[in-house]
């Protein structure tokens, strides 16, 4: 079958129409590569030593992200926290006003920010429209809801909040939370992650820059900024999306610091199978699990299945794997017409070539180790671009029984890679869905709810799911983690407001280093 790019989605066609809309957060340079700037002491300055970005669909180069230094980021701080003064005496109608301006000019370019969403972190077209549409619909529903919320006489954080956040949901997950922050009365300044989403950042920033907002975005490595946007005196608090090693070292860094602080970070989320029949509902389940890979935090990489079910449990699992669909998500037939959908794919490519081969090593080590392979997919078959470079696709795995020594037995793979324990007991049962010491979701697959319910009890997750996957959620659901997997105060809803604000009794929700507390009917 012939295959070619879909009309009018080239990178060059994308790119273009980004800079056509935004183009003062652009330097572009005739015959060269375009580099990003940052919104830095409220303007749009070019700086920083330039660093190729390249995209994981097919490894070409998308744009310069330029690597700022700390001085930079002081600056930049300092810049923030003056706005942050005034925003925060700023009355809410005309905050309101601000955010829904916003979030229009930001609809306006939905199908913009869709698309470089597929280029930059390789999100099939339907999933990268879901990103920015929760995004967009969720900040609506707090506009709508923010009076209420600050009724009791919250007020803003003494300074702005800090946001360093994964590559995975840029606009879900970053701008989502930095909307809603600005609407309660702080100025946000937010690191562009290095792995992904620097341009769709961009041109979102640009749009909420032109209606007013104080955010400041910053573009740099980890290693220099993260001093600075983490432990500044001036900062109010610190929201942080990523993994247990960047995340431990900032909770770390926050010890002494007594600031705000939301840090999520990953954890093995496992669906356990124990005296259950319903094998069709749970196979629907399965199938949308291994949407975008299963690159994101609250994906269940892991199933623990009663003994007595595993022939069952495999009869309906293994289908649903092989039924899984991969590959370049922008590659047409030659029949394809302008106005035809895309290619409805579950996951394009990983985050970058370099994720993938750790993937692949993780699997060997696992094999090598002792584990039962008992499904690994080929890329053969897969629509893929004539010459294209596909080494940042892995296909779908499955194994059986992960050597205890091996990586895959305590920690996600954020990827399409499963992993099956089998036990004979409740006891083992809860002791292997509890392997990573705290998750932020699981799920009991059992035919009689109230034993799933009295199972649930000795879960080490934030939210369980009985018969159903659980998710981060939207607009008033809470979200957080238990364990290793979540520190400081919990968002979503109402607790999100409530953690980037101060009130006369802030007790808040969360899972803190003396005490954890958690939001009720979760």
Same mark, same amino acid.
Request: glycine share 10%; proline share 6%; charged share 20%.
């Given at each position: 079958?012939?295959l070619?790019?879909?009309?009018?989605?080239s &990178?060059?066609?994308?790119?273009?129409?980004a800079?056509?809309?935004t183009?003062e957060a652009?330097?572009?340079a005739?015959?060269?590569?375009?580099?990003?700037?940052?919104?830095?002491n409220g303007? &749009?300055?070019?700086?920083?030593a330039?660093?190729?970005?390249?995209t994981p669909?097919?490894?070409?180069?998308?744009v310069?992200l330029?690597?700022l230094d700390?001085?930079t980021?002081?600056?930049a701080?300092?810049h923030?926290?003056?706005?942050?003064?005034?925003?925060?005496d700023?009355?809410?109608?005309?905050r309101?006003?601000?955010?829904?301006a916003?979030?229009?000019? #930001?609809?306006g370019?939905?199908?913009?920010l869709?698309?470089?969403?597929?280029?930059?972190i390789g999100?099939p &077209?339907? #999933? /990268?429209?879901?990103?920015?549409?929760r995004?967009l619909d969720?900040v609506?529903w707090?506009?709508d809801?923010i009076?209420?919320?600050?009724?009791d006489?919250?007020?803003?954080?003494p300074g702005?909040?800090?946001?360093?956040?994964?590559w995975?949901?840029?606009m879900?997950?970053?701008?989502h939370?930095e909307l809603?922050?600005?609407?309660a009365?702080?100025a946000?300044i937010?690191?562009?992650?290095s792995?992904?989403g620097a341009?769709c950042?961009?041109?979102?920033?640009? #749009?909420?820059?032109?209606a007013?907002?104080?955010?400041?975005?910053?573009?740099?490595?980890?290693e220099s900024?993260s001093?600075v946007?983490?432990?500044a005196?001036?900062i109010g608090?610190?929201?942080?999306?990523?993994?247990?090693?960047?995340?431990?070292?900032?909770a770390?860094?926050?010890?002494?610091?007594h600031k705000?602080?939301?840090?999520?970070?990953?954890g093995?989320?496992a669906w356990g199978?124990w005296n259950?029949s319903q094998w069709?509902l749970l196979?629907a389940?399965?199938?949308?699990?291994?949407e975008?890979g299963?690159q994101?935090?609250?994906a269940y990489?892991?199933?623990?299945?009663?003994?007595?079910l595993?022939d069952?449990f495999?009869?309906?699992y293994?289908p649903?794997v092989?039924?899984v669909r991969?590959g370049h998500?922008?590659?047409v037939e030659d029949?394809?017409?302008t106005?035809?959908?895309l290619?409805?794919?579950?996951?394009?490519p990983?985050?970058s070539?370099?994720?993938?081969?750790e993937?692949r090593?993780?699997v060997?080590e696992?094999v090598?180790g002792?584990a039962?392979?008992?499904y690994?997919g080929?890329?053969?078959g897969?629509?893929?671009?004539?010459g294209?470079?596909?080494s940042a696709?892995? /296909?779908?795995? %499955?194994?059986?029984?992960?050597?205890g020594r091996s990586?895959?037995?305590?920690?996600e793979?954020?990827?399409p890679v499963?992993?099956i324990?089998?036990?004979?007991?409740?006891?083992?049962?809860l002791?292997?869905?509890?392997?990573?010491?705290?998750?932020l979701?699981?799920?009991?697959?059992?035919d009689?709810?109230?034993?799933?319910?009295?199972?649930?009890v000795?879960l080490?997750?934030f939210? %369980?799911?009985?018969?159903k996957?659980r998710?981060r959620?939207?607009r008033?659901e809470?979200?957080?983690?238990?364990g /290793?997997? &979540?520190?400081?105060?919990f968002v979503?809803?109402d607790l999100?407001v409530?953690a980037?604000?101060?009130g006369?009794?802030?007790?808040l929700?969360g899972?803190?280093q003396?005490?954890t507390a958690?939001p009720p009917?979760?």
């Amino acid at each position: 079958m012939a295959l070619r790019l879909a009309d009018g989605t080239s &990178w060059s066609d994308t790119l273009a129409r980004a800079v056509a809309v935004t183009g003062e957060a652009f330097d572009s340079a005739a015959g060269g590569t375009t580099t990003l700037r940052n919104l830095v002491n409220g303007e &749009w300055r070019t700086g920083g030593a330039p660093t190729p970005t390249r995209t994981p669909v097919d490894n070409s180069v998308l744009v310069n992200l330029p690597r700022l230094d700390a001085a930079t980021a002081r600056d930049a701080v300092a810049h923030a926290a003056a706005a942050h003064a005034s925003w925060a005496d700023t009355p809410l109608a005309e905050r309101k006003s601000r955010v829904t301006a916003a979030l229009d000019a #930001l609809t306006g370019q939905r199908d913009l920010l869709a698309l470089l969403l597929v280029w930059e972190i390789g999100k099939p &077209w339907r #999933l /990268a429209c879901a990103d920015v549409d929760r995004a967009l619909d969720g900040v609506r529903w707090y506009v709508d809801e923010i009076d209420r919320m600050l009724a009791d006489g919250r007020t803003p954080l003494p300074g702005p909040v800090s946001n360093i956040a994964s590559w995975n949901y840029p606009m879900s997950v970053l701008v989502h939370a930095e909307l809603v922050q600005l609407l309660a009365g702080n100025a946000v300044i937010a690191k562009t992650p290095s792995q992904g989403g620097a341009v769709c950042l961009t041109v979102a920033h640009a #749009l909420m820059h032109r209606a007013g907002l104080p955010a400041t975005l910053l573009s740099g490595s980890g290693e220099s900024l993260s001093e600075v946007l983490v432990r500044a005196p001036e900062i109010g608090a610190v929201a942080f999306v990523g993994g247990r090693s960047n995340g431990g070292k900032v909770a770390a860094a926050l010890l002494d610091s007594h600031k705000r602080h939301f840090i999520e970070q990953e954890g093995l989320n496992a669906w356990g199978i124990w005296n259950f029949s319903q094998w069709d509902l749970l196979a629907a389940h399965l199938k949308k699990g291994f949407e975008y890979g299963k690159q994101r935090c609250t994906a269940y990489p892991r199933f623990v299945v009663q003994r007595d079910l595993v022939d069952e449990f495999l009869d309906m699992y293994l289908p649903v794997v092989r039924s899984v669909r991969f590959g370049h998500p922008l590659a047409v037939e030659d029949t394809w017409r302008t106005g035809d959908p895309l290619p409805e794919l579950d996951f394009g490519p990983l985050i970058s070539a370099a994720k993938a081969d750790e993937l692949r090593r993780k699997v060997d080590e696992a094999v090598r180790g002792g584990a039962v392979p008992l499904y690994r997919g080929k890329l053969d078959g897969a629509p893929f671009l004539p010459g294209q470079d596909t080494s940042a696709y892995v /296909a779908p795995s %499955v194994l059986l029984a992960p050597p205890g020594r091996s990586r895959l037995m305590h920690a996600e793979p954020f990827g399409p890679v499963d992993t099956i324990v089998v036990v004979d007991t409740t006891d083992e049962l809860l002791a292997q869905m509890n392997a990573s010491n705290g998750a932020l979701v699981a799920s009991l697959a059992c035919d009689d709810t109230d034993e799933a319910a009295k199972l649930a009890v000795d879960l080490q997750a934030f939210k %369980v799911g009985i018969n159903k996957p659980r998710s981060r959620g939207d607009r008033q659901e809470p979200f957080g983690g238990r364990g /290793a997997s &979540w520190k400081g105060a919990f968002v979503g809803g109402d607790l999100l407001v409530q953690a980037v604000t101060v009130g006369n009794d802030d007790q808040l929700y969360g899972n803190f280093q003396d005490r954890t507390a958690l939001p009720p009917n979760i």
